[in-house]
């Protein structure tokens, strides 16, 4: 089956597309964000829920609400380099750039490889050299 769109029907139909897409993902965000500040709440000890809200804030234009959760899921002494990688990425964008290498040279020395190499490649961005 065809349908026949006039012109300019074409990029109406996209635009409100784009928009219902944008605004189902910003309710899941809302729906996770939630669901973490519960997790939070039951287990304020442990690093998941706090990461869980850091992770939800990280697309945000403003960075501090993931600063804090990312910061919080750390502060429970807990390591995770996914945790410093992504912090270290919101405090780039807050302009605290000596805090952010911190975290990566951090995973850098002590994570895995996988982990490692992102560090190193965010290193080299951050100086402004190709990644290698």
Same mark, same amino acid.
């Given at each position: 089956?065809? @349908?026949?769109?006039?012109?300019?029907?074409?990029?109406?139909?996209?635009?409100?597309?784009?928009?219902?897409?944008? =605004?189902?993902?910003?309710?899941?965000?809302?729906?996770?964000?939630? =669901?973490?500040?519960?997790?939070?709440?039951?287990?304020?000890?442990?690093? *998941?829920?706090?990461?869980? @809200?850091?992770? *939800?804030?990280?697309e945000?234009d403003?960075?501090?609400?993931? @600063?804090?959760?990312? *910061?919080?899921?750390?502060?429970?002494g807990?390591?995770?380099?996914?945790?410093?990688?992504?912090?270290?990425?919101?405090?780039?964008?807050?302009?605290?750039?000596?805090?952010?290498?911190?975290?990566?040279?951090?995973v850098?020395r002590?994570?895995?490889?996988?982990?490692?190499?992102? =560090?190193?490649?965010?290193?080299?961005?951050?100086?402004?050299?190709?990644? *290698?």
């Amino acid at each position: 089956m065809w @349908i026949a769109l006039t012109e300019g029907q074409l990029p109406k139909l996209l635009a409100s597309s784009s928009d219902a897409h944008a =605004a189902a993902a910003a309710e899941h965000r809302q729906h996770a964000h939630e =669901a973490f500040q519960r997790a939070t709440q039951l287990a304020p000890r442990h690093p *998941s829920g706090w990461a869980g @809200i850091g992770w *939800s804030h990280l697309e945000d234009d403003d960075p501090a609400p993931g @600063i804090e959760g990312l *910061s919080r899921a750390q502060a429970t002494g807990a390591w995770d380099p996914d945790v410093c990688l992504d912090l270290g990425r919101l405090y780039q964008r807050a302009g605290d750039t000596p805090r952010a290498r911190e975290l990566w040279q951090q995973v850098a020395r002590l994570a895995d490889e996988k982990h490692a190499e992102q =560090a190193r490649r965010l290193l080299e961005e951050e100086q402004g050299e190709p990644p *290698s």
